[in-house]
């Protein structure tokens, strides 16, 4: 007999997980350009030493830079991407999510089925979505 209800009820978890993770990705790169902000600015007017300018611009940008490979790295970890042409959902490298052109989570790479670049949509699950 399939188990019909334990599969759905794995897929369900995973989309929960998945879901959790990327609100994840969301609050710490943003809380991180929140901060990057206000240290840019707080460099920029409040501050009157260079050295203490100089300090606080190179931990805003080390802080962001910090923020989006963590941020990048979860992207790429969590869900799958769908092929725009075959259909075939897969985990791509964190490189290829590192250099794709990308608009809000849909990015365009090379698929590892067909070969073909196109535009991927990012999915929670790897069967139903």
Avoid at 11 to 23: A, D, G, S, Y
Avoid at 110 to 122: A, D, G, I, L
């Amino acid at each position: 007999m399939i188990d019909l209800f334990g599969k759905k009820a794995k897929i369900n978890e995973q989309r929960e997980t998945n879901k959790k993770f990327l609100m994840y990705e969301f609050v710490i790169v943003y809380i991180a350009l929140f901060s990057f902000l206000v240290l840019i600015f707080a460099a920029a007017y409040a501050v009157q030493s260079i050295v203490w300018q100089t300090a606080m611009i190179t931990i805003a940008v080390a802080e962001l830079i910090v923020a989006c490979a963590f941020g990048i790295k979860i992207e790429a970890e969590t869900g799958f991407y769908e092929c725009g042409k075959c259909g075939h959902r897969h985990v791509p490298t964190y490189s290829s999510v590192l250099w794709a052109p990308h608009m809000g989570r849909t990015r365009y790479m090379r698929c590892p089925n067909c070969e073909e670049k196109s535009w991927q949509k990012k999915r929670l699950t790897e069967k139903e979505d």
